[in-house]
């Protein structure tokens, strides 16, 4: 069985940075892609970024990107995504994904996501 759990959450102040990880067990030997999501209070969510199985491809959304870095290390079924320059309207619920059949053509579209995590809280705020 596929697990996902995200960890690295916490609060910060405008400007701060945090590094959420994401481990995803269970799989087979395939490894899957993985894409980071949020939701705010009273609004849809949002992709943020997606990596592709081999880490050769990257994606952001607009309002991320400069800011926000993806990486993984298959060796530790991990993706991190550090966050820096933090804004107060980064402030959400951070989800990550696992998808063994889309990539970032699909996250990018918003059809994304077949195991999720429990999710993990990011608050800016001065």
């Known amino acids: 069985q596929v697990q996902v759990v995200e960890s690295g959450g916490g609060s910060v102040q405008p400007g701060g940075s945090l590094g959420l990880s994401c481990v995803v067990s269970g799989f087979s030997s395939r490894e899957p892609a993985i894409g980071w999501f949020r939701q705010a209070p009273g609004k849809e969510r949002e992709g943020v970024s997606c990596?592709?199985?081999?880490?050769?491809?990257?994606y952001y959304t607009d309002s991320v990107k400069g800011r926000f870095t993806i990486s993984r290390d298959n060796a530790k079924n991990t993706v991190y995504l550090q966050m820096n320059s933090l804004k107060p309207e980064d402030t959400a619920v951070y989800y990550c994904?696992?998808?063994?059949?889309?990539?970032?053509?699909?996250?990018?579209?918003?059809?994304?996501?077949?195991?999720w995590g429990q999710g993990t809280q990011v608050t800016v705020s001065s």
């Open positions: 990596i592709s199985s081999s880490a050769g491809a990257t």
């Open positions: 994904a696992a998808d063994y059949i889309r990539g970032i053509s699909s996250f990018a579209r918003n059809i994304f996501g077949v195991y």
